[in-house]
C-alpha cells in the first residue's frame, strides 16, 4: 500500500510563480521527511529534508512545510525557473528503519 | 569520479532470459539499495544490504536475486525475465545512521531493462 500519498500528478507553472506540491502520510512512526528531484535520465537526489521538531525548513528558494497534527507536509518552489522542471518525489521513513518510502512523483515543468 | 555507479545503462533482452545489474559505490557507504521506477516513475524499494547483510526483502518475484560481495557493491541478478520487468532499476547507496534512519540516498543514473 501507498504510505506516503503525493499530489498533484503534474503541474506546470509559469516562469517566476510559486510551485506547491503535497504530501501526506498516515504512519506517526515516520521522522524523516526529505525531497528529491530528478531530470531525465538520472537518478533521484536530494533536494531539502525536514524532521518533525520544526514546521518549516527554508533552503535558498526551496521551503518544506510540515503539519504534524495533519500528518501533511509540502514542498514550495519560490521563483520557479525553467531549470527547476523535473520530476519530484516527497519520501518519509522512520529513524529507527531503513527505507525510504516515496510518493509517486509530481512532474512539474516550468513555462518560459 | 562517479559515486554510484551502475552496468549496464541500458539492457535489450528477450523473455525467459537471464540478466545481472552491477553497482558499485565509492563513498563508504554501509547501506545499499535497489529501486524499481516503473513507466509512470514509481520508486519503489526491493532490497536494501547493510553491511552485506539483507535487511529490506518487499515483496517481489524470487526471480530477483541480489547478492553483496563487500559493501561497496550489490549485484542483481533477474532470472527468467518477464514483460512486466521492464523498468528503470536503480542502485543507491546511504550512511545508516543510529536513531537517525537511512540518512541521504545517493542513487546511480539506473539500467533501463526493456523485456521483449
Known amino acids: 500500500q501507498q504510505q506516503v500519498k503525493q499530489s498533484p500528478q503534474s503541474l506546470i507553472v509559469q516562469k517566476g510563480g510559486i510551485s506547491i506540491i503535497n504530501c501526506a502520510y498516515e504512519?506517526?512512526?515516520?521522522?524523516?521527511f526529505p525531497w528529491y528531484q530528478q531530470f531525465p535520465g538520472k537518478g533521484p537526489a536530494l533536494l531539502i529534508a525536514?524532521?518533525?521538531?520544526?514546521s518549516e525548513k527554508k533552503e535558498g528558494r526551496f521551503t518544506i512545510s510540515f503539519n504534524k497534527s495533519a500528518k501533511q507536509f509540502s514542498l514550495h518552489i519560490m521563483d520557479s525557473q525553467p531549470g527547476d522542471s523535473a520530476t519530484y518525489f516527497c519520501?518519509?521513513?522512520?529513524?529507527?528503519?531503513?527505507?525510504?518510502?516515496f510518493g509517486k512523483g509530481t512532474s512539474l515543468l516550468v513555462t518560459p | 569520479d562517479t559515486a554510484v555507479s551502475q552496468t549496464p545503462k541500458y539492457l535489450v533482452t528477450q523473455m525467459g532470459n537471464d540478466k545481472s545489474i552491477k553497482c558499485e559505490q565509492n563513498?563508504?557507504?554501509?547501506?545499499m539499495y535497489w529501486y524499481k521506477q516503473d513507466s509512470k516513475k514509481f520508486l519503489k524499494i526491493m532490497f536494501s544490504?547493510?553491511?552485506?547483510?539483507?535487511?529490506i526483502n518487499e515483496t517481489v518475484p524470487n526471480r530477483f536475486s541480489p547478492k553483496s560481495p563487500d559493501k561497496a557493491h550489490l549485484n542483481l541478478h533477474i532470472n527468467s525475465l518477464e514483460l512486466g520487468d521492464s523498468a528503470v532499476y536503480f542502485c543507491?547507496?546511504?550512511?545508516?545512521?543510529?536513531?537517525?534512519?537511512?540518512?541521504?540516498?545517493?542513487f546511480g543514473e539506473g539500467s533501463r531493462l526493456t523485456v521483449l
Open positions: 543507491a547507496s546511504s550512511q545508516s545512521k543510529s536513531g537517525v534512519g537511512p540518512g541521504e540516498l545517493f
Open positions: 525536514i524532521r518533525p521538531d520544526v
Open positions: 519520501a518519509a521513513s522512520r529513524h529507527s528503519g531503513y527505507a525510504l518510502n
Open positions: 544490504y547493510n553491511n552485506k547483510e539483507l535487511i
Open positions: 504512519n506517526t512512526a515516520f521522522d524523516y
Open positions: 563513498l563508504g557507504h554501509d547501506t
